[in-house]
């Protein structure tokens, strides 16, 4: 197995999930979000408010290939990253996406509307974020179904199907 990198909505247990399957399968586990951290020097919400999303994603997609690196791993990516086409075609180079399919109600259920989560709004601006994001989630070419699961039954499902693909 190569890299693989998890997909899914804010909330959909992408780090979670992504540091117990890469403990499971002996990989390094690198969460997108906190590189672009540790690189940057800023926290996600402050790149958010003081440079702008388009900035935000500029960073993303150049920290994604930086972490791909040459070692396989577990990368968790940041809910808008897998909706960029060329990151989508950057990842199916390197490795295999896997969408962590999670009803919205689970994450309007998990997820707390605060400051650390810029683009977590009203429960309609999620709503609308979350059906622009379907269709490129979707095309991952593994997908599995979390909701009612916990992360270790998660961890499970993904390594079967990451299995069988
Ligand atoms: C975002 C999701 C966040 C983070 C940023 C933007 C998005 O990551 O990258 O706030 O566009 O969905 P998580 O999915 O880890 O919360």
Redesign the pocket.
């Known amino acids: 197995m190569e890299r693989v990198y998890l997909v899914g909505?804010?909330?959909s247990g992408?780090?979670t999930v992504g540091a117990l399957l890469a403990a499971r399968l002996g990989l390094d586990f690198v969460d997108l979000?906190e590189a672009i951290e540790q690189a940057d020097g800023r926290s996600?919400a402050e790149i958010?408010k003081e440079s702008g999303e388009v900035r935000f994603r500029e960073i993303?997609s150049s920290i994604l290939r930086r972490v791909s690196g040459r070692v396989p791993k577990v990368v968790?990516l940041?809910?808008?990253a897998y909706a960029d086409p060329q990151n989508r075609e950057f990842i199916s180079r390197r490795g295999i996406a896997v969408y962590l399919e999670t009803d919205l109600s689970t994450i309007l259920e998990r997820i707390e509307i605060d400051a650390s989560?810029?683009?977590f709004g009203s429960p309609n601006q999620v709503r609308a974020l979350y059906d622009e994001r379907l269709p490129s989630y979707r095309m991952a070419p593994v997908r599995v179904r979390t909701d009612g699961l916990d992360p270790d039954g998660v961890v499970e499902r993904v390594v079967g199907a990451l299995q069988s693909s």
């Open positions: 909505f804010m909330g992408k780090s979000d996600v958010f993303e968790a940041g809910g808008g989560r810029p683009l």
